[in-house]
């Protein structure tokens, strides 16, 4: 049996029960590099085979797996965050659909909630989006021309943007040119979760100045949103005058 799993954001606390408890179990892991936290492995019983994927192909990985399925061992195919999110795994599940081999994906915490707790920030507020986008700048992976920045920037939702730190000048371009006010506000966190979490706050005009010369340039998010002002309605869930079917009106 193979287990991707998701090993949540950096935060070893912030792998799931059942992700700990097939960890502890496997008899070989295979984990995806330097943005899973070693001390996950810690949980790993004596003499499981750990392999780094960062390494490795593709068909080197599924060697791996096939070798270790055969020899019916329990494998954890371990992924940063949430493996659905840029994870790479349905080529990996594809590849194991045509060989017959049977596995299940555990989820984990993305880092795109890990960044909204370090912010303490609700990303869907009364007034002012109820939509989160995620998406990314593009790179060597191509995005399609109606999902560029520019277009997605239209909605003035919140928008969670991964892998494109290094291009944050292009960025904030982009969005500008799409419909944001300079003035928007913008926070970059750095390492959500990790020992080493960064913040930085500004607005989509005075952000790469904000940031320049800090070392801002991997593994972090970038969340343009007006929720990152203070101006919102609040919430119907809880206003007294609100009834629903858990509870009557008190006003
Ligand atoms: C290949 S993607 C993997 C995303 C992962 N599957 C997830 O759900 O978070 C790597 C990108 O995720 C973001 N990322 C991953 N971990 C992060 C963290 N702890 N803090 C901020 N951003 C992170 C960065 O944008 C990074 O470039």
Known sequence: MVNIVGAGPGDPELITVKGKRLLEEADVIIYAGSLVPKALLGYAKEGCEIHNSASMSLPEVLEVIEKSVAADKKVVRLHTGDPAIYGAIQEQMDALNKKGIEYQVVPGVSSFLATAAALKQEYTLPGVTQTVIITRNEGRTPVPEREKLR??????????????????????????????????P?????????????????????????????GVDRTSMIVVSHVLGSDYELSRLYAPEFSHGFREASV
Do not use: N
Not at 159 to 169: A, E, Q
């Open 186 to 214: 913008i926070a970059i966190v750095q390492r959500a979760s990790w020992p080493e979490q960064r913040i930085f706050r500004g607005t989509l005009e005075t952000i790469c100045q904000e940031i320049e010369g800090k």
């Open 151 to 184: 277009s997605l920037a239209a909605h003035k939702a919140t928008m969670c943007i991964f892998l494109s730190i290094s291009m944050l000048g292009d960025v904030v371009k982009e969005l500008i040119e799409g419909g944001y006010e300079p003035t928007t």
